[in-house]
């Protein structure tokens, strides 16, 4: 019988039951629909929403959405990856967001790592954003100057705190 993916269904399953379906989907190389895999992770990132930061799962995720960024060989899976990481406030997986920012061939995911490290309001990082500003893909170095923009506009915000700014 063929694997039928329903994200309707995956919802269906306790939160440990269903990481573990999603992760065998993403590691296990088999899945070639990158609309399943973007589904997966989709789905990984409300598990997130669901459990607490301490929760051993939220590392898990965390860990997983990094797996992807260094791993898949979709563009659009690995952005969707970067916006999870900063969606839900994975701040320790900040410099895996610079590292894809740095190094990863596809514009559109380090324009989702910028936008992510924005979201996250990583003042840290300017000086990568800065450097970005001469990428040659519009989308890199446009990203980077909103990026820098926003992030001298919220500098006495304080941290991201996960407010629903989408």
């Not at 269903?18 to 065998?24: F, G, M, S, Y």
């Not at 399943?36 to 898990?60: F, H, M, N, Q």
């Not at 916006?83 to 410099?95: D, E, S, T, W």
């Not at 890199?140 to 923009?149: G, H, R």
Request: charged content about 35%.
């Amino acid at each position: 019988m063929e694997f039928v993916f329903d994200e309707y269904n995956m919802r269906n399953l306790p939160p440990r039951q269903r990481l573990d379906k999603v992760i065998q989907v993403l590691k296990n190389g088999n899945e070639r629909d990158e609309s399943i895999r973007w589904d997966c992770i989709w789905l990984a990132g409300e598990i997130s929403e669901a459990v607490s930061k301490d929760d051993p799962i939220y590392t898990e995720i965390a860990d997983l959405m990094v797996w992807v960024l260094n791993n898949d060989d979709n563009g659009i899976v690995r952005h969707e990856a970067a916006f999870q990481i900063g969606l839900h406030n994975m701040r320790a997986k900040i410099p895996d967001l610079v590292n894809s920012i740095l190094n990863d061939k596809s514009d559109l995911v380090k324009h989702e790592a910028i936008e992510a490290l924005g979201l996250l309001r990583d003042h840290g990082s300017k000086e990568t954003l800065r450097k970005m500003l001469e990428d040659k893909g519009d989308a890199v170095s446009e990203t980077a100057a909103f990026v820098l923009k926003r992030l001298e506009r919220l500098k006495d915000r304080g941290e991201y705190k996960g407010e629903a700014i989408l």
